[in-house]
């Protein structure tokens, strides 16, 4: 009898954390019309607002961007311009199921990957990733859920150049409760000169031509 109210339990609370992370896409559309107005209907990203392409990204990378924005981890005190344009936005999402829905709605999309823009070496550049990125990123630049990286193959060049200059700079990734961030700060001072961030992102970037 014990058991089987024990089994009860575990069936209803399996449901209920199901029924938590369901997001609402309808809802989600909505809350993105503030968003496309930077990042674009199709979330292709807007370079004259420095605005990346978001269509590429997974859910889960997206809410924990937004929770970092909304914590002051990014965008905070010492953050580049940009993400302290970023940072009020995600605050103006009023609840946490609101992130979840915005971020499933996100991946709904689809837009076409900007135009290279940066001049580096990809043959170098993949001297580099090989060495220094593949390893949480994933060969094809895909991202690995389990370490947390993010996806970088669809990623508007010019955008991760600056990501990794704010983090070389400490601009990003250097906030105390930032684990990840901090750890993505290590790896972009691996790199040895601002030479060799356009070429891994040279390379990055010809990983994702055909799409
Ligand atoms: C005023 C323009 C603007 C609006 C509106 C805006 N953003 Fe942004 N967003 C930016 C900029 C600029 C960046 C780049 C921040 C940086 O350089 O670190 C950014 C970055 C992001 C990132 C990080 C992407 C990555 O690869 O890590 C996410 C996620 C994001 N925005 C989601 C949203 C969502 C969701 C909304 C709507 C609630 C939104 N943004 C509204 C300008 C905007
Ligand atoms: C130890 C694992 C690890 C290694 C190695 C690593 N990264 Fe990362 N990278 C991460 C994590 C985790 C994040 C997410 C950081 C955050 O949440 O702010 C990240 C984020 C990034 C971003 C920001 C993406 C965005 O959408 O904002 C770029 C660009 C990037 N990495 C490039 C690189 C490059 C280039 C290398 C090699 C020089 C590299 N990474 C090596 C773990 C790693």
């Given amino acids: 009898m014990r058991l089987s109210i024990l089994i009860l339990l575990a069936c209803l609370s399996a449901l209920a954390a199901r029924a938590h992370a369901e997001a609402d896409l309808a809802r989600g559309e909505s809350l993105?019309?503030?968003c496309a107005s930077c990042h674009g209907a199709d979330a292709g990203g807007?370079?004259?607002l420095s605005a990346p392409r978001l269509s590429h990204l997974r859910e889960v990378t997206i809410v924990a961007q937004l929770e970092k924005f909304r914590a002051g981890q990014r965008g905070g005190e010492g953050a580049t311009a940009s993400a302290r344009q970023m940072?009020?936005?995600?605050?103006?999402?009023?609840d946490e199921q609101a992130l979840l829905d915005v971020a499933a709605y996100i991946a709904t999309l689809d837009s076409p990957v900007s135009p290279a823009t940066v001049e580096g070496d990809p043959a170098l550049g993949a001297d580099y990733y090989n060495q220094f990125c593949g390893a949480c990123h994933g060969p094809g630049a895909a991202g690995n859920v389990a370490l947390n990286s993010p996806a970088l193959a669809g990623g508007d060049d010019w955008y991760l150049v600056a990501q990794?200059?704010?983090f070389r700079?400490?601009?990003?990734?250097?906030?105390?409760g930032d684990r990840t961030g901090r750890q993505m700060r290590a790896m972009a001072a691996v790199l040895p000169s601002e030479q060799a961030v356009a070429d891994v992102v040279a390379f990055i970037r010809s990983l994702s031509e055909g799409e």
């Fill in 32 to 34: 993105y019309a503030t």
């Fill in 46 to 48: 807007n370079r004259a």
């Fill in 87 to 94: 940072a009020p936005m995600a605050a103006t999402l009023p």
């Fill in 164 to 166: 990794l200059q704010a």
């Fill in 169 to 176: 700079a400490g601009e990003r990734g250097a906030q105390s």
